[in-house]
């Protein structure tokens, strides 16, 4: 059973279970379950967890990490097969690619991974089209590299920044300077120089 169908199930379970004092700590349970399984959605588990089909994430090999982002039908499978020479589907049609391709391109002597995303689309973060598992494959890569249609508009690459911004992942920017200490009874004192953000 998919994890799609697990949340499915559990919230019909919640919409059917009448609310009071004698099923208060059973709508509990529920709710931490369906907590778990929307996290697993959003960051699949690793080594050997669910089933196929599943999971978009591979395990990191190499010096670095390069993710092809993009809309459905740009040529990120194309662009793969060129640069790596592995065999990534391509048709004419959109979402050809359902899984992370992945594949390994030697330079200057660092093995560098390139992975062939799922094609996402205007929503993506909002979690259409299973967007929020793609970004969460973005988000473990190195580089990200945009790959857009050159007959499309520009404001695809607009769209898509937006996209990757919404799910956390900041573009061309350096990461914050945050500084942290080791308190004397255990913990962390987290001192920020800038005005936090969300």
Do not use: W
Not at 61 to 81: E, M, N, Q
Not at 138 to 158: G, S
Request: aromatic content about 4%.
């Amino acid at each position: 059973m998919s994890i799609l169908q697990k949340i499915s199930e559990i919230e019909a379970e919640m919409a059917r279970t009448q609310k009071n004092k004698a099923t208060a700590h059973h709508l509990g349970l529920l709710k931490a379950r369906l907590a778990k399984l929307r996290r697993e959605l959003i960051t699949p588990k690793g080594g050997g967890g669910g089933g196929p089909g599943e999971g978009f994430d591979v395990a990191k090999t190499g010096d670095a990490r390069i993710g092809f982002v993009g809309f459905p039908s740009v040529g990120k499978s194309t662009l793969l097969s060129n640069l790596a020479g592995v065999y990534s589907e391509v048709a004419a049609y959109e979402f050809t690619t359902l899984t992370t391709v992945p594949g390994v391109i030697r330079y200057k002597g660092a093995k560098i991974q390139l992975l062939d995303l799922p094609g996402i689309i205007e929503g993506a973060k909002d979690g259409k089209g299973r967007g929020r598992q793609v970004i969460a494959v973005a988000r473990t890569c190195n580089l990200i590299l945009i790959v857009l249609d050159v007959l499309k508009p520009l404001a695809h690459k607009k769209i898509i920044e937006n996209e990757l911004e919404g799910f956390g992942i900041r573009l061309n920017k350096q990461p914050p300077n945050i500084g942290f200490r080791k308190k004397d009874k255990g913990g962390i004192n987290l001192t920020s120089t800038v005005s936090e953000k969300n």
